[in-house]
C-alpha cells in the first residue's frame, strides 16, 4: 500500500494518531497491513524520539562534497556534450565516471547516448 519515503512516514503517522485514538496495536495492524512488531516499533519510536523519519544508517562516506556535486552540475549544464568521464578529467575529481554518473542522476541530469546509425 504504502511506497517511498514520503508514504512510509504518513504510514507511520497513521500508526502513531491511530494509538493515539485508542486502537489497539491488533486493530492497526490489520486495517493497515503490517505486522503489530512494527506498530509497536513505531508507537515506541515516538514516545522516545517524537520522531517518526528514519534514522541515519552507517555506510561508506560519499566520496565527493556538496561543492564538487554542483561543480558537476554545472560542468554538465555548461557542456551538454559532454560526458562523465570527461568531466572527471576537466574538474580532476579522485572519483570514477560512474559516480560522476550517479551525482549527475542524483540530481535529474540523464544522458544517454546516442543511437549511431549507417548510412
Known sequence: MFRGHVNRVA??????????????????????????????????????????????????????TNDQDEEIREAAEANPFTNAVAITEDLNLPVSGRTVRRRLHDQG????????KEN
Open 11 to 64: 504510514l507511520r503517522g497513521r500508526i502513531v494518531g491511530m494509538h493515539e485514538s485508542g486502537k489497539t496495536a491488533a486493530e492497526i495492524s490489520r486495517e493497515l497491513g503490517v505486522t503489530k512488531d512494527t506498530v509497536y516499533l513505531w508507537i515506541r519510536r515516538w514516545q522516545e524520539e517524537g520522531n517518526l523519519t528514519d534514522r541515519r544508517r552507517q555506510g561508506r562516506p560519499r566520496e565527493t
Open 109 to 116: 541530469i540523464h544522458y544517454r547516448r546516442p543511437a549511431i
